[in-house]
Each structure stands twice: as C-alpha cells, then as structure tokens.
C-alpha cells in the first residue's frame, strides 16, 4: 500500500513502475475505488476482471474452469463472450464461491510472465471490496502476482473498514505500507533546474515554487503551469525563459485545476463542518480552537465535532504550525482555495468579526496582536470608516512594534500598507508621521538613501501640515498637576535620570520623539544623511527662537555639543556624543583639538554633524542633545537656571523653582515645535513624600500621581478604592545591583557573584515586591527593546555562593568587612530588606543601607560606595543605551577587552540582525561579570483623574506633557 495526501505522487509512482514492468512482459491490470462505489460492489476488482477478460479467454482454459468465467460474469456482464460454453454454476452460489472464482482466474493469467494488480483510491473502497482482497491476497500469496494499492490517510475516518484491513494485512505479514512524503528543498530545486533547462539563475524561482507549494508535486506542476499560462515565464529553445527574480518575489496564480481538487473534498462535507472550515480559512493558516469556537458560535462540543472531520480529512492538523496555535490547515493552498471561493462580503464580514474578538481577547495586550489585527481589519475595511481606522491604527502599532525591535522589513511592509490606506483618507499630519516612521526605519537599516526619500516626503507634509490651520482645543482650566523627583539640576549638560527630564521640557533639540517613538523634527526642519551614514546635515527652522527673542541657531548647538565634551565640565552625558568625530578623544583628555570635533556651523541655520562610524541609532540618540543658551550662561554663570535668568526654547518656560518644594513651568508660546496639547502650565510637585502626595490626590489637588518616583509595591496601596484611575504601562527600565570592582572587597568577582548568586529574583519579584515587576532573568537591555537575551542571568544558587564567598576568603561571613552601601529606597524598602536577609541567610554578611533618594548618579560619579542599588531608563530604542551609552562602566569602574570588542564591533556591523547578537554577547560578558546585576524589569505606574483626557506615555518616556490635554470638569 502507498499511502500520501493528495497530490504527492502517488499515481506518478506506480505509473513509473507499472512502465518499467511492463517492458519485461508482466502483465499490468488497473482498477480504482469511487466515492459512489457503495452502490456498485467489488468496483474496482469489476474493473481488472473486464480488462483481463480477453486474456483469460484467448488462453483457451480447460473447460474445467468455463465456472470461473460463469462466475466472473456476475461482476462484468457486459463483457461475457456469447461462443463460450459454459457449464452452469453451483446452485447455491456463495460469496466464498465468487471470491474463490477470482482467485483462480487470477492464478491463471499470472503465469507464465507474472501480474501486476493496482488498485487507486482504496480509501475509497467499501467494506466489501475490502473483504474480497483480503481473501485474494492470502490465497495468491504464493503466486507471481503483486497488489499496489494507493490511498490518502487523510480521507480514513476513525471507523472506515480500511484503517481495521490495513492492521489485519499487517499483522498477518501479507502487507507492506509505504507511505510518500512531499519533497525537500532540494529536491524541488533539482526537479526546476532540470524542466527549465537553467542552472543557478532559476534558483530563486525554485525556492519561492517550494514556499509556495510546501513540496507537494502536484502542486507544484500546477503553479508552474498556470506561470506558464499566464506568460510569466515562457519556452525558447528548450529553456524557459522569463525574469525569474521579478517572477519569485510577485503574487503567484492559483491553479483553475488545484483549486477544482480541493473544492471537490470540500463538497463531501456536512454544511457545519463547511462553515467551520470557511471561517477557519479567514482567520488563517493556524487558528485557536476558542476564536473558532466563537466566530462560529458554536459550544465547544459543535466545534469540536465540526473539527474531528477536518482532522479526519487531513483538511487540517492539531498545533503544530509556526505560531504554535491549535490547529493549522495541512497546507496553505487548501486554506487559500477555501478563503478565495467565499464571497467578497462574506470576507469582509468574517474578518470584521473575528477582528472583533481578538480584540475583545486581548484587553489591554493589543500591541503583540496588533499585526493579526491590522490584517483583520485591513481586509474589512470597505465596511467604513470605523473598520478602516482600525485598520489604520493596528498598521502603525505593528509597525512601530517590528521598528523597536529592528525587525525592519516587517515594519516597513505594515507602513507602507498603512500609507496605501492613509493617501485616500486626506489626513496629512499623519501621513507625513508614517512617513519619518519610514525614514527612521530605513535609516536604522543601514538604508540611507530609501531614508532620505521617506523623510524628504514626511518633511514635505510635515510643511504642508505646519500651514494647514488648526482647530485649537479651548485651554485647559488649570495646569497639569503632578509630582516629581527632588530636581538636582535642569541644565542638559548634567541633567540626568528621572528628574533631569525636566530639561526636556524647557529645551529643544535638532529632533524629537513621538509617543511612538518615531523621530520627528524640533528645531530642524529637515536633514540629509551622506557620506554613508557618516555625515549629517540639519537645516534649522528659520523661526526657531529662544524665549528672549534671540534666534535659535547652528551655532549654539556647537556650543552645547562642545560644552559636554570638555573635560573640565565633567559631564555625565557626554558619551552621548561620543559617535562624534573627535568627541570622545577631546572629552577623555586625548585631543586638545576642539576644533576637530565633528560639529560644524556651516551657516546661521545649518549644522554638519560628522561621525567616526555609521551609527544607525544616531538619530533617536540626538533626540537628547539639547541646545542651551551661549548668551544667559557666559552672562550669569552656574545661575544661569535661575528663574529670573534663564531663556529656554522648549515647549515650556521655568516660571519658578521651589527647590525641594515646587517648580512651576508655562507654556513657550515661541515654541518650535508641534504642541498638540491645550496646557498652560505644569506645576510639579518636588516632595518625595507617598502618603502626602496621595493625600492631595485624594483631593483633587494633583491630576497625575506618578509612581515610579516611589518603591514599586506602592502602588497596591493606590489601587485601594482607585482601581478606575489606576494605569500601568510596559516600561524600558532596570533595577540593579551595582558594585564598585575598583577596590575591595568587591575587586573579585568571586566575592560579585556569590551576593548575585544569594538573590532569588523570583521570590524577589512575587513575594517581596508583590507581583509590581518582573524579575531579570536576562541582561541588562530589558524585554521589548532590541537585543534583549532571555535566560542569561546568574541564577539563585546558594550552594555555589557559599563556595565562591570561602574561595573570596569570607567563609560564612567570618572577617568580611564593613561597606558602604547606597540605595535609591528607604532602608525598610521591601527591596532593601530583601536583599539585607538574603545576604544574611545565605552568606551571613550583614548590609547596611544608606539612602539617597535623590543625585545618586552623582555620588556614583565621585565617590562611588562599594555597593549601590540603582536604575536605569533608556533614553533611545537601542540596545547600544544600556551596554555602550550608560554609565555603568563609570560607576563600577568595570573593564573588560572581550566586552569592549564586543562593542567595538556593533559599531562596523550593517547587518541588524548581526549587530543585535553581538549586543546579546556582550549583555552576557557583563552578567557574568557580576559587575552589575539586574534585579527587575520594571513598569510605568500612574494613577490619573477622570479629567485628563489625553496622558501619552511609552516605554521609554511618559513626560510628552505638551501633547496633554485636561477637559473642563
């Protein structure tokens, strides 16, 4: 028995073998099962006996068997030779007396040459038929005869009689199964190259042929003849000819024949299991049985009745497809023919709904489904403007996921899609956004010229939008209100950490982020990117100004890059520049050369920027270097920031300064950039005090109560009776362990790793935090952005700390000396307790902390403890922020030549995908290290009055209050 779906080359094979016998005299007998052969038995056994017949009578057989030829008859009749005299049959004639009759006409015609009996579609064959060749096959076991029978597993039910005879010929040894697979890759690379007379040109075409057809024969001839069909590829002189690349990356025809094959099984199906089938079709290649079960709404056990059949029939098959749903259609043409035979509203309908309830499944979770949706509602979208919105908004939101995570042709195939849309909707601001998101993602992509296309057009309407009046949004009633971290600093060559954004608020830069994280204009209002990738020109708004009325210029940006590169300012920002020509040789003291640093006036409103190397993050990085007043600084100093002195050019302008207490900032009027909220004002609240600021919550007196400014359990308490005004949102930050490997104790990473090692994260995570982050089982690049490694931290191993500490020399603690020990968190802080126990239970040391809830970074520049609880929170999308970027080198004083090399590479790597493994190797260098340790991937918590309509947040940033809006309440 030959057993293979349909299509695979079944009927091919024994036509191949029944040839090659044939030329060496066997005789050679067909016959096959119908679908309608219950109404005529022994079908196919009927067929060989009608073309045997004449063999057997043109043998002259002893008249002792004219009753074979009498009883043959019963089954071809219209074939009995009327001179043939025969002797009549037993009177009572039996099954067994016809089956015997079989068996010696058989016995007969296979001698003296030998015969061959193939019978196709047994899964076809009645119960009968089947009765019948099992008798001939024991009978003729002895005999040079052979029975082939070929069969399609897929069409066997759990009680068809063929899965019972196939075990019973098995177990008696009188049957052998081979069972046909599609091709390889190989294989159907072999089988082009042959046809088309090519060699290595037809390759791609080969591979998208195999995609297309996942090897199976029959298709695939079906495809290459309907290419044919179609004039894509044409016959000359035996080879094909036609553009074959052109031909492999297009939208390939659907054979008329393949799609005939397969709607014929469909209609041997019940009416419910072709609904289940059909709607199946439009969620997919795979689905979930659950949004089956409710597209269809059905109860589990209809659709799973409904399913058994499809699982019989070999239509589809139980999880075993690349995204690891329930079930997936055995192959993707049977779901394309299903889904292309629906009728174009059934479509639209179908999609609209089971868009629907993905969306209804995921809650809060859109962003990972949000390609599922946007296919959904995509397809739908001639329903209105509602499903086309849909359509719109999930194009941009899988986009913006691919793009973060430099998944770049995946992003820019949802854009474009999303812009295909967006040109027919008259929405220009948007437009152009998708446009600079296109720019962005060609130019992470090492694709500098398809990025200078995609922003000239972003920077075309983004003009075009600047011009278009706007319908402004009446004032809000009062400022945002909202708390904040003690402010240590708002100058942007020192403002760092949380409270160091404010300075984004008060100063501008070349460009800035959305809340998408796309890179859009500030004070730039366009820029060419040359030299590949090495040389940046910035062409600045002319009406760019500072609050005093001074023009914003090409020049004052030189000042402030200059600014944070020299040495004596001691800058803490000043790596992020360091991609700069000549700017990290100037700020490590190397080059005395200012002038040779690669930031460049080349008029009033134009600035050169030119790097060391290409770096595809270069723009989100310059989204935080800011401009800052040459004129108010070499006036008034280090009070340059004071009120009554400072000029600003951001959204907002410094009011007052209440340091420790309130800061107050208002509404730049000459502002560069897009301001698409409607507030006047923000007045921040400095006292980092929970129960206080929750209080003035509680009275109406804060409208945004931020909770990362407090330790992350804090937040179970607002939930109390707040449950409505309670947001949580993904966010791109780390706590972390931090040690000083400079000098002792922690100068051997024997000593770094047995306390990361006494540190179970999970129990952290769940018990002493609550659930309100996640524990850090990878690197220090955090989950959802690029080059994030899973799995590689030190994991929670007493036994090993407790030999590493003996190894150190401070076995169970015995002479380990007192540290110094700095935390973000107030001592009785679950995490610092935690912690405290940990390293007493385990090792038996005792850790005394320290708080400083406010200008750690700065102490850590200075005088760094021996161990320190830190943060961090990424300032761009980009793996490069966390391991080459950020300060943890600094504060540690850690230096390793296989991380640096690591880093160093990153930096000549175009390739993506390339560059990403190499971030993920140096993650894991560091977290061997020990010289820092994540404890947890944390989120963005905020409680929010019902009145604030408009809070955009991401996971980097949650502080775009120029975009807020506060309605009238």
């Known amino acids: 028995m030959i057993s293979g779906e349909a299509g695979v080359g079944k009927t091919r094979l024994v036509e191949e073998f029944t040839s090659r016998l044939g030329w060496s005299g066997v005789q050679v007998l067909w016959g096959r099962c119908y679908e309608f052969e219950r109404i005529l038995p022994y079908q196919p056994v009927a067929e060989v006996l009608r073309s045997a017949r004449e063999i057997f009578v043109q043998m002259g057989v002893d008249a002792n068997l004219a009753w074979v030829l009498q009883e043959i008859s019963r089954l071809a009749p219209e074939r009995a030779a009327q001179e043939v005299v ?28 030998g015969l061959l009996i193939v019978l196709e579609d047994l899964h076809w064959a009645a119960e009968s038929t089947l009765e019948m060749l099992h008798y001939l096959v024991r009978r003729l076991k002895a005999q040079p005869v052979l029975l082939v029978g070929t069969l399609r597993p897929e069409e066997l039910g759990r009680r068809h009689p063929l899965r019972l005879f196939r075990e019973t010929m098995q177990r008696e040894q009188l049957a052998h199964e081979m069972r046909l697979d599609r091709l390889s890759p190989q294989p159907v690379a072999d089988l082009i190259r042959v046809i088309s007379g090519r060699s290595e040109e037809i390759l791609p075409l080969a591979e998208r042929l195999y995609r297309e057809t996942e090897g199976n024969p029959f298709f695939l001839m079906e495809v290459v003849k309907a290419l044919f069909e179609n004039r894509s590829i044409y016959l000359d002189q035996g080879r094909w000819q036609g553009d074959f690349d052109r031909i492999s990356a297009g939208q390939f025809p659907l054979p008329v024949n393949l799609s005939e ?27 979930d049985f659950s949004l089956l079960r409710d597209a269809c709404g059905w109860t589990d056990e209809q659709t799973l009745e409904a399913l058994d059949v499809l699982l019989r029939r070999r239509l589809v098959e139980e999880g075993s497809g690349l995204a690891s749903r329930d079930y997936t259609f055995t192959h993707h043409k049977i779901q394309e023919v299903i889904y292309a035979g629906l009728s174009q509203r059934r479509r639209w309908l179908a999609h609209a709904c089971i868009g629907a309830l993905i969306e209804k499944a995921c809650g809060s979770g859109l962003e990972e489904a949000a390609g599922e949706l946007a296919h959904h509602f995509s397809q739908a979208r001639s329903l209105g403007l509602e499903i086309t919105d849909k359509a719109i908004t999930y194009l941009l939101m899988a986009g913006d996921r691919a793009r973060v995570l430099y998944a770049h042709k995946e992003a820019i195939g949802y854009y474009y899609q999303a812009l295909d849309i967006l040109h027919g909707q008259g929405e220009t601001e948007r437009t152009a956004r998708v446009h600079m998101k296109l720019g962005v993602t060609y130019h992470n992509a090492f694709e500098y010229e398809q990025a200078h296309r995609a922003f000239e057009e972003g920077f075309r309407l983004w003009r075009k939008t600047g011009q278009t009046e706007r319908v402004d949004l009446p004032p809000a009633s009062h400022p945002l209100r909202t708390n904040w971290l003690p402010i240590s600093s708002i100058d942007p060559a020192y403002a760092i950490d949380l409270p160091g954004v404010v300075a984004v608020q008060l100063f501008s830069g070349l460009v800035t982020f959305s809340v998408d994280l796309e890179i859009l204009p500030e004070v730039a209002k366009k820029w060419e990117v040359g030299s590949g990738g090495r040389e940046y020109v910035f062409h600045l708004q002319e009406q760019a100004t500072w609050s005093d009325g001074c023009p914003l210029t090409a020049d004052d940006f030189v000042y402030s890059g200059r600014r944070i590169l020299t040495p004596v300012n001691r800058s803490p920002l000043a790596n992020l520049l360091y991609d700069v020509q000549g700017a990290r040789a100037f700020s490590l003291g190397q080059s005395d050369q200012v002038e040779a640093i690669g930031l460049r006036a080349l008029d009033l409103r134009t600035l050169l920027i030119q790097l060391e190397e290409p770096a595809p993050y270069f723009l989100q990085l310059l989204a935080n270097f800011l401009a800052v007043p040459r004129q108010s600084i070499e006036r008034y100093g280090d009070q340059w920031t004071e009120p009554a002195h400072i000029v600003t050019s951001g959204p907002f302008c410094l009011v007052a300064w209440e340091k420790g207490r309130r800061m107050k900032l208002s509404k730049n009027r000459l502002y560069p950039g897009v301001f698409s909220g409607n507030l006047e004002g923000v007045v921040l609240d400095l006292q980092p005090d929970f129960n206080n600021q929750l209080e003035l919550y509680l009275q109406d007196k804060l409208d945004v109560l931020e909770m ?15 449950a409505g005004e309670y947001f949580s949102f993904p966010a791109a930050y780390v706590y972390m362990l931090g040690f000083d490997t400079r000098r002792p104790p922690f100068n051997d990473i024997r000593l770094r790793q047995a306390f990361c090692l006494s540190v179970d994260k999970k129990m952290l995570a769940s018990s002493a935090l609550k659930g309100a982050a996640f524990p850090a089982g990878g690197g220090f690049v955090p989950p959802g952005l690029p080059g994030h490694a899973p799995g590689i931290a030190l994991p929670f191993d007493p036994v090993c700390a407790r030999v590493l500490l003996a190894q150190a020399g401070f076995a169970r603690g015995r002479n380990f000396p007192q540290i110094q020990a700095l935390s973000l968190f107030q001592p009785d802080d679950p995490l610092n307790r935690y912690l405290v126990d940990q390293w007493r239970d385990v090792l038996g040391v005792e850790v005394h902390w320290e708080t400083v809830s406010s200008g750690l970074h700065l102490v850590l520049e200075s005088t760094p403890p021996n161990l320190f609880i830190s943060q961090w929170w990424g300032d761009y999308p980009d793996p490069d922020d966390f391991l080459g970027a950020s300060q943890i080198r600094r504060w540690t004083g850690w230096q390793d030549e296989t991380f640096l090399g690591l880093l160093k590479q990153t930096r000549f790597t175009p390739d993506q995908a390339a560059r990403l493994k190499l971030f993920q190797q140096a993650d894991a260098v560091l977290v061997q290290s020990a010289a820092i340790q994540p404890l947890t991937y944390n989120r963005q918590q905020f409680l929010i009055k019902p009145w604030v309509k408009r809070y955009p947040v991401c996971a980097l940033f949650s502080w775009f209050w120029k975009d807020v809006v506060i309605a009238s309440h």
């Open 261 to 287: 094959a397969i709607h014929n099984r469909l209609h041997r199906l019940a009416e419910d299991v072709q609904q289940a089938v059909c709607m199946a079709a439009v969620i997919g290649r795979e689905f």
């Open 86 to 113: 025969v002797a009549p049959s037993p009177p009572d004639p039996d099954q067994g007396f016809l089956f015997e009759a079989v068996t010696r006409f058989l016995q007969v015609i296979a001698h003296p040459s």
């Open 708 to 722: 990362k400014s407090y330790p992350i359990t804090r937040d179970l308490q607002a939930l109390e009776g707040l």
